[in-house]
């Protein structure tokens, strides 16, 4: 997801510098990125090749920067969170769902990397941003699906009770009645 913001610097950054050490580069890359992605911004660095911003908790940022008189940024890293419950909303509208959605603050995240938005009804959206901005979305309506997605599954225990199911004795058969439908069991002796 792209974002791109315009924020006013100098327009000769050699006379905003004077003989100070403030970059208006990054102060203007911190003030856009907190003002349009309502996030912490505890500090900024920037080179010639673009910026990295250092967000509330820890989490970094690749900025890319434009302009001379007007600076240009914009971040394939942040999902906008605000845009992506709209987004949630409208298709789950469609659905005739109506409720409300939550996907916390804006964060920094990787194309793929699922984010979990929290729903009204006690359900939850897993959404994932693929590279060429596609949004894929997980639903899950209550609060039993939600338990049923995260939660481990003993896979053993499924294969053994499987299993047990697939006898001669689970699938009434006895000893007097050798032509029932007995399972793998049967279906191997048959051959």
Same mark, same amino acid.
């Given at each position: 997801?792209?974002?791109?913001?315009?924020?006013?610097? =100098?327009? &000769?950054?050699?006379? =905003? %510098?004077?003989?100070? %050490?403030?970059?208006?580069? @990054? +102060?203007?890359?911190?003030?856009?990125?907190? @003002? !349009?992605? *309502?996030?912490?911004? +505890?500090?900024?660095? =920037?080179?010639?090749?673009? =910026? +990295?911003?250092?967000?509330?908790?820890?989490?970094?940022?690749? $900025?890319?920067?434009?302009?001379?008189?007007?600076?240009?940024?914009?971040? *394939?890293?942040?999902?906008?969170?605000?845009?992506?419950?709209? %987004?949630?909303?409208?298709?789950?509208?469609?659905?005739?769902?109506?409720?409300?959605?939550?996907?916390?603050? #804006?964060?920094?995240?990787? #194309?793929?990397?699922? $984010?979990?938005?929290?729903?009204?009804?006690?359900?939850?959206?897993?959404?994932?941003?693929?590279?060429?901005?596609?949004?894929?979305?997980?639903? @899950?309506?209550?609060?039993?699906? $939600? !338990?049923? %997605?995260?939660?481990?599954?003993?896979?053993?225990?499924?294969? *053994?009770?499987?299993?047990?199911?697939?006898?001669?004795? &689970?699938?009434?058969?006895?000893?007097?009645?050798? +032509?029932?439908?007995?399972?793998?069991?049967?279906? &191997? *002796?048959?051959?």
């Amino acid at each position: 997801m792209r974002v791109l913001a315009l924020a006013g610097i =100098c327009a &000769a950054l050699i006379a =905003c %510098r004077g003989g100070s %050490r403030r970059d208006p580069v @990054a +102060e203007a890359v911190k003030a856009g990125l907190e @003002a !349009q992605l *309502d996030v912490k911004v +505890e500090q900024v660095r =920037c080179e010639r090749a673009g =910026c +990295e911003a250092t967000l509330a908790g820890g989490a970094t940022l690749k $900025v890319k920067v434009d302009g001379d008189r007007e600076l240009a940024w914009e971040t *394939d890293e942040v999902v906008m969170t605000g845009a992506l419950a709209a %987004r949630i909303r409208a298709e789950l509208g469609a659905l005739g769902v109506d409720t409300t959605v939550d996907c916390g603050a #804006p964060r920094v995240t990787v #194309p793929g990397e699922p $984010v979990r938005c929290e729903l009204g009804s006690g359900g939850a959206v897993w959404a994932a941003i693929r590279d060429d901005g596609e949004v894929e979305l997980e639903v @899950a309506l209550t609060p039993a699906i $939600v !338990q049923a %997605r995260t939660e481990d599954v003993d896979v053993q225990g499924l294969d *053994d009770l499987s299993r047990a199911l697939d006898t001669d004795e &689970a699938q009434g058969a006895g000893p007097e009645d050798p +032509e029932a439908d007995a399972g793998v069991g049967a279906a &191997a *002796d048959a051959r």
